[in-house]
C-alpha cells in the first residue's frame, strides 16, 4: 500500500501558508519550459514543502511511477508552478511536464539531490535573449536550493528570466 506524501487537508494548509510565505519575496525568477517536438518530456523534481501553488489544465496521476517516496503527475496546458526559493520565489511556466513530488529534505540522503549550493547547471548551449534572459537548449539541468531541499528542472530547452538584471552565470556540472 502506497502512503502519500501529505494528506490532502494537511496539503491545503501548506499551500496557503506557503502563499502567504511567498506573497512578499518580490519578484520572481522565471523559468519557461515549452512543448518539445521529439516527445520527450520536462521533469521537474522537488520537495512538497517548496510548493506554494500550481495549476495546469490536465493532470494525470502517475501510479507505479518511481517508487513510494516520490508521488508524480503528468501536467498540461497552461502549467504554473509557484515555488518558495531561498532569497525570491521561483515561477515554472510549462506546456507540458512531470512533476515528481518528494518529501522535504531535513538531511541529505545518499543518492538524494544536493543540499548545499545555491544552483548548478548543465546546457549543451546557451543563448543570450536580452539583459536579464537566456535560452538554454541541449540536455539542460537546473538544480537550485529551496529552504525544502533542492528543485531539479530537466528538459531539453528552458528559457530563463531574472526580473533584476541579476545574472545567473551558466556553469557545467549537474
Known amino acids: 500500500m502506497r502512503t ?3 494528506s490532502q487537508a494537511g496539503f491545503a494548509l501548506l499551500l496557503c501558508a506557503a502563499a502567504a510565505a511567498a506573497a512578499g519575496n518580490g519578484e520572481p ?3 519557461f519550459i515549452p512543448a518539445n517536438s521529439s516527445g520527450s518530456e520536462a521533469t521537474i523534481k522537488l520537495p512538497v514543502g517548496a510548493v506554494s501553488s500550481f495549476s ?5 496521476a502517475l501510479t507505479d511511477y518511481a517508487g513510494p517516496e516520490i508521488e508524480a503527475m503528468r501536467l498540461s496546458g497552461d502549467v504554473r508552478i509557484e515555488v518558495i526559493g531561498i532569497g525570491k520565489p521561483i515561477q515554472i511556466k510549462a506546456d507540458r511536464v512531470v512533476l515528481e513530488l518528494t518529501a522535504d529534505e ?6 538524494s539531490l544536493p543540499l548545499t549550493g545555491s544552483r548548478q547547471l548543465h546546457s549543451t548551449r546557451v543563448i543570450e535573449d536580452g539583459d536579464a534572459t537566456q535560452t538554454f537548449v541541449g540536455n ?3 538544480t537550485l536550493q529551496t529552504a525544502s531541499g533542492a528543485l531539479q528542472i530537466r528538459a531539453d530547452r528552458v528559457e530563463h528570466t531574472e526580473r533584476l538584471g541579476v545574472r545567473m552565470e551558466p556553469r557545467a556540472g549537474a
Open 56 to 60: 495546469a489544465s490536465n493532470a494525470e
Open 4 to 6: 502519500p506524501i501529505l
Open 106 to 111: 531535513a538531511v541529505q540522503r545518499k543518492g
Open 29 to 31: 525568477e522565471i523559468f
Open 140 to 142: 539542460v539541468v537546473f
